[in-house]
C-alpha cells in the first residue's frame, strides 16, 4: 500500500490535491464571486469561450486526444489534468468544473510559487486545503490567520478574526507583487519553439504599479459578508473582453495639429506590448469633421502576424513572426496623417480592436460573432481653434 501511494506521488497523480468549489466561496464572498462569474478566468473553457474553441477545433492536438490547453485554461479540472500527466486520452467533458470554474478561486488562491519552464511556466500548487494566500497590502499583522475570536481588554463583543472557513496566509509576495499570474500569462512556446503570445513584460518605474493594480483595481463593496471594507480587488480581472473601459487609461492618446497634418501620439503605460494574443488587431482611427462633413483618415493597424516559409500560418505551425507593429511596453508611437486643417475643424482619435482579426475570424467561422466587430478603447477629441 505504502508503495501504491508513494509511486502515485511520484508520477503526480494527485499532487494538486483537490480544490474546493467557488460554491462555497459565493455564500461569503458574493461582489467577488459575482465579478469573477464574468470574468475570461471563469469563461476560459471551450465550453464558455467561443473563440477559445474555435481555435481547439482546428487543432491537430484534438484529433490525438491531448487538450494540453487546460494546463492554463482549465486547470481546476484535476481528472482531466490527470489524465494529460498519465499520457491517457485527455478531452475537456462538459462537466461542472469545465462550466463554473475551469480557473477556480482555490486554484489562484493556492498558486504557491512560480516555476520557470521551457514551453511555458509552471505554478506551484501548495498542497494545503482551505489554506489560501492572499496580498497583505498593509492589513495585518500576524502573516497566517487562523479563525478565532478576540475579545476587547474588557472581555466584551467577541468578534472573528480570520476566516471560519479557511486559513489565510498574507506572507506571500507573489500576492502583491503579481507575480502570480505569469505562471499562464508570460509566455507560451509552440512545438517549433516560437514564442506565439510574447508579452514582453516589462516592469515599470513606479514599484506600486503591477498586473493586480491595472487589472484588479479596488472597486466598491466588503470582501466578505462577514467583513466591512469599503472595498475589495475587483475580480472580472478588467481585459479586452471584460471591462475593457478601466483600462482605458492607461492607455494616452495626444493629437498634435499643425498646418499640413496631424500627428496622433499614442503612450503606453502597460507594463507589456498592447494587443499581444496572434487573434488582435487594433486600430488608430482618426477623423476631422468640418461643416457637418467627416473625413476618414487612412487607419493604423497594430498587429503581429505569425507565419511560416514566409506566409502566415496558424500558431501551432508559425516558425517566425512575419510582420508586427507593436505597441510596446512602456512605448509611446507618433503617427503622422496629411491633412490640410482649418480653424473650427473637430479632430476625433479612437485607438479600438478585433478581439479575432477579421481575416482570422473567416477561417474560424465568427465572422458574425461579437468577437469581430469593432470595439472602442480610448478616444480623444480636439477642437481647433
Ligand atoms: C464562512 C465564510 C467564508 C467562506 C465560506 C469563505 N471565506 Fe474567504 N474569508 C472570509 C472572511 C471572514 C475573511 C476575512 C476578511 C477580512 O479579514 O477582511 C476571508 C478572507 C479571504 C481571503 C483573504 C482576504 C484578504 O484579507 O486579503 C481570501 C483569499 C479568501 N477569503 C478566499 C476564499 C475562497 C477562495 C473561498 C472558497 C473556497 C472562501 N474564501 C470561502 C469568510 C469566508
Ligand atoms: C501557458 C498557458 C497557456 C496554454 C498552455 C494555452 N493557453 Fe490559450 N491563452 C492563455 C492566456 C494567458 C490567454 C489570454 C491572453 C490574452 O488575452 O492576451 C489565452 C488566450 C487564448 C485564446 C484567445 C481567446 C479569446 O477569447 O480571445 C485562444 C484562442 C487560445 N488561448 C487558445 C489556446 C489553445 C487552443 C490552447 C491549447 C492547444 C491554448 N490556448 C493553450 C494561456 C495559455
Ligand atoms: C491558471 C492560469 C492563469 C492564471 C494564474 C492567471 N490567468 Fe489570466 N487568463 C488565463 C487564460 C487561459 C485566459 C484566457 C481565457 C480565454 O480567453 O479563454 C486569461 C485571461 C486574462 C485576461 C483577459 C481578460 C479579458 O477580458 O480579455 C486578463 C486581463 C487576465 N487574464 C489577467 C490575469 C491576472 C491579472 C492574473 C493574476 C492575478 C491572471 N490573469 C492569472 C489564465 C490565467
Ligand atoms: C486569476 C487568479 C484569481 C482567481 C481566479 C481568484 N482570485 Fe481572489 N485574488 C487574487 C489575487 C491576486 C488577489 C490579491 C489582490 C489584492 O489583494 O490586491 C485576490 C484577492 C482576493 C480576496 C481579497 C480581496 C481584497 O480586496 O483584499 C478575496 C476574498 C478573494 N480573492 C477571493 C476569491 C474568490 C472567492 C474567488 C472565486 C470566486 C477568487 N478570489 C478568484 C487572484 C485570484
Ligand atoms: C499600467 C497598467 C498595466 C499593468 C501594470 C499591466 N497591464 Fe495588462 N493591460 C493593460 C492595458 C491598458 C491593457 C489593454 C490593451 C491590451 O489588451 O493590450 C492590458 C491588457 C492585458 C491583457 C489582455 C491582452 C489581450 O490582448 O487580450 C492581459 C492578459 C494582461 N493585460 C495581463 C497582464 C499581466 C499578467 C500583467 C502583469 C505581469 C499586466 N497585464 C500588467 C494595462 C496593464
Not at 502597460?270 to 487612412?298: C, E, M, N, W, Y
Not at 502566415?312 to 491633412?339: C, G, I, Q
Amino acid at each position: 500500500m505504502y508503495l501504491i501511494l508513494s509511486l502515485l506521488f511520484a508520477v503526480g497523480l494527485i499532487a494538486d490535491g483537490n480544490f474546493n468549489s467557488s460554491h462555497i466561496c459565493k455564500s461569503c464572498h458574493p461582489l467577488i464571486y459575482k465579478e469573477y462569474f464574468d470574468s475570461m478566468h471563469r469563461r476560459s473553457s471551450i465550453f464558455n469561450d467561443p473563440v477559445h474553441k474555435a481555435v481547439w477545433d482546428l487543432h491537430p492536438l484534438k484529433k490525438r486526444g491531448r487538450y494540453s490547453c487546460a494546463k492554463c485554461h482549465t486547470p481546476s479540472d484535476t481528472k482531466l489534468m490527470e489524465a494529460l500527466k498519465s499520457g491517457k486520452t485527455a478531452l475537456p467533458k462538459e462537466n461542472d468544473i469545465q462550466l463554473q470554474e475551469p480557473i477556480g478561486c482555490t486554484y489562484c488562491h493556492r498558486i504557491e510559487n512560480i516555476k520557470k519552464g521551457s514551453k511555458s511556466n509552471i505554478n506551484i500548487i501548495s498542497d494545503k486545503e482551505r489554506y489560501y494566500f492572499a496580498a497583505k497590502n498593509g492589513k495585518n499583522e500576524e502573516s497566517v490567520i487562523k479563525y478565532h475570536k478576540s475579545s476587547d481588554m474588557m472581555g466584551f463583543g467577541k468578534k472573528g478574526i480570520g476566516s471560519p472557513f479557511h486559513t489565510i496566509d498574507y506572507s506571500n509576495p507573489n500576492f502583491s507583487n503579481g507575480k502570480i499570474c505569469i505562471g499562464c500569462h508570460e509566455f507560451k512556446k509552440n512545438s517549433k519553439g516560437l514564442d506565439v503570445c510574447a508579452m514582453d513584460f516589462e516592469r515599470s518605474e513606479k514599484s506600486d504599479t503591477n498586473c493586480i493594480t491595472c487589472h484588479m483595481p479596488q472597486v466598491n463593496g466588503p470582501i466578505s459578508t462577514l467583513t466591512s471594507e469599503k472595498s475589495h480587488a475587483f475580480h472580472g480581472f478588467a481585459g479586452l473582453h471584460n471591462s475593457p473601459k478601466m483600462l482605458a487609461k492607461y492607455i494616452k492618446l495626444k493629437i498634435v495639429p499643425a498646418d499640413e497634418t496631424i500627428a496622433v501620439s499614442i503612450k503606453n503605460e502597460a507594463d507589456h506590448r498592447l494587443f499581444a494574443h496572434p487573434l488582435r488587431v487594433a486600430q488608430l482611427r482618426v477623423t476631422v469633421i468640418r461643416d457637418g462633413k467627416s473625413f476618414t483618415l487612412p487607419a493604423v493597424s497594430f498587429y503581429r502576424i505569425l507565419g511560416k516559409e514566409s506566409r502566415p500560418a496558424m500558431p501551432w505551425e508559425a516558425t517566425e513572426v512575419l510582420k508586427e507593429y507593436s505597441l510596446e511596453a512602456h512605448d509611446t508611437k507618433r503617427l503622422e496623417f496629411n491633412f490640410k486643417t482649418e480653424s473650427g475643424d473637430l479632430i476625433e482619435a479612437t485607438l479600438g480592436y478585433y478581439i479575432v482579426n477579421p481575416k482570422a475570424a473567416k477561417k474560424l467561422g465568427l465572422q458574425d460573432s461579437k468577437e469581430s466587430s469593432f470595439k472602442t478603447l480610448v478616444t480623444q477629441k480636439m477642437q481647433i481653434k
